[in-house]
């Protein structure tokens, strides 16, 4: 019959052999060298908004590979065998945020989003291709299709000889830090803290232990990462309630006077403490000043952060600091 190749003639594997080359032919085109589709894949609004998962890679497209055959074989296979042993997988497995909230550890379904190295198209920021510019005293914004994934390896990311921050806390040198900043709290669950104790303009003595309380409001205190090997190396989190998961610091820098009006220097303090423990009961945080201070004018400061110890990100533009500082005098 014309159209066909007779089973007779052709010995049963390179029949076999023949349809899977036919087979393939009808599949995407793709580039040996970097495992991308040959020409570049249009998608159109509709298409992108029902795409569930990442972008198409040379990693999960199984057809064009012989391990591919080998997979298809082995599960038609199987199919009965494991039918029975095999339990019905529930909402919770098949959505890995269900779990806890948290993605899946190293080694997981490299289908998932959050295990591919390529960008979803779901995650594209259209935003971001545009600069921005409406008027001429603004400057105009970095554009960038792909989210800026790339961006520590560009001209701008590599300024001043910077390193890429990988964790590590740089103290002298420019770093480059390709970590997303994640989750942005709404207007109300904007943390808010202030001192309770000491207050503005106190006066405490000199060179003895004292307390300094803070009252604090929308946020999951006590949550504070191994600074050294994972500084801004997570995005910023939220729990249930939708505050964010993190932690604050109290410093205190030397003034030359309640009144004076002269630049510090952000390197030089006089007392520095993560507060790594949660709030207590009142919704306060506590920590000692260990055989107090010297003599002089003091400014202390609270710096909130996330769990990874990046400043937390607010939703607007126009509010008030969240953190708060007092002045006092120790005599």
């Known amino acids: 019959m014309p159209g066909k190749i007779s089973q007779n003639i052709i010995s049963p594997k390179l029949s076999l052999a023949i349809n899977c080359l036919l087979w393939l032919s009808r599949a995407p085109e793709v580039s040996c060298n970097t495992g991308e589709l040959a020409s570049r894949q249009v998608y159109t609004d509709s298409e992108l908004n029902a795409t569930q998962g990442p972008i198409f890679s040379l990693?999960?497209?199984?057809?064009?590979?012989?391990?591919?055959?080998?997979?298809?074989?082995?599960?038609?296979k199987n199919k009965n065998k494991n039918k029975k042993n095999v339990p019905k997988k529930t909402k919770t497995e098949n959505n890995f945020l269900a779990q806890d909230d948290k993605p899946p550890p190293n080694g997981g379904d490299p289908k998932d989003p959050q295990n591919s190295q390529d960008l979803s198209p779901l995650a594209v920021q259209e935003a971001s291709?545009?600069?921005?510019?409406?008027?001429?005293?603004?400057?105009?914004?970095?554009?960038?299709?792909?989210?800026?994934?790339?961006?520590?390896?560009?001209?701008?990311?590599?300024?001043?000889?910077?390193?890429?921050?990988?964790?590590?806390?740089?103290k002298k040198v420019n770093a480059c830090n390709g970590i997303p900043m994640g989750m942005i709290p709404a207007p109300d669950k904007t943390p808010s803290l202030r001192f309770f104790s000491p207050k503005n303009l106190d006066t405490v003595p000199a060179k003895k232990t004292f307390t300094v309380s803070i009252s604090v409001k929308n946020l999951e205190a006590g949550h504070f990462t191994a600074p050294l090997e994972t500084y801004?190396?997570?995005?910023?989190?939220?729990?249930?309630?939708?505050?964010?998961?993190?932690?604050?610091?109290?410093?205190?820098?030397?003034?030359?006077?309640?009144?004076?009006?002269?630049?510090?220097?952000?390197?030089?303090?006089?007392?520095?403490?993560?507060?790594?423990?949660?709030?207590?009961?009142?919704?306060?945080?506590?920590?000692?000043?260990?055989?107090?201070?010297?003599?002089?004018?003091y400014r202390f400061s609270t710096m909130t952060a996330s769990s990874n110890h990046q400043p937390i990100a607010v939703a607007v533009a126009q509010h008030d600091s969240m953190d708060d500082v007092i002045y006092i005098t120790v005599n």
């Open 59 to 76: 990693e999960n497209f199984h057809g064009s590979s012989p391990h591919g055959l080998e997979k298809r074989k082995n599960k038609n």
């Open 129 to 170: 291709k545009h600069d921005g510019k409406e008027k001429p005293e603004q400057a105009p914004s970095l554009t960038s299709p792909n989210n800026f994934i790339n961006f520590c390896i560009s001209g701008a990311g590599k300024l001043g000889n910077a390193v890429i921050q990988n964790g590590a806390q740089t």
């Open 232 to 297: 801004f190396a997570a995005p910023i989190t939220l729990n249930e309630a939708a505050v964010v998961i993190g932690h604050t610091h109290i410093v205190a820098q030397r003034v030359e006077s309640l009144t004076s009006t002269a630049l510090l220097d952000p390197r030089e303090f006089k007392f520095f403490k993560g507060i790594d423990s949660p709030v207590d009961k009142e919704g306060k945080l506590h920590a000692e000043v260990k055989d107090g201070l010297e003599k002089g004018v």
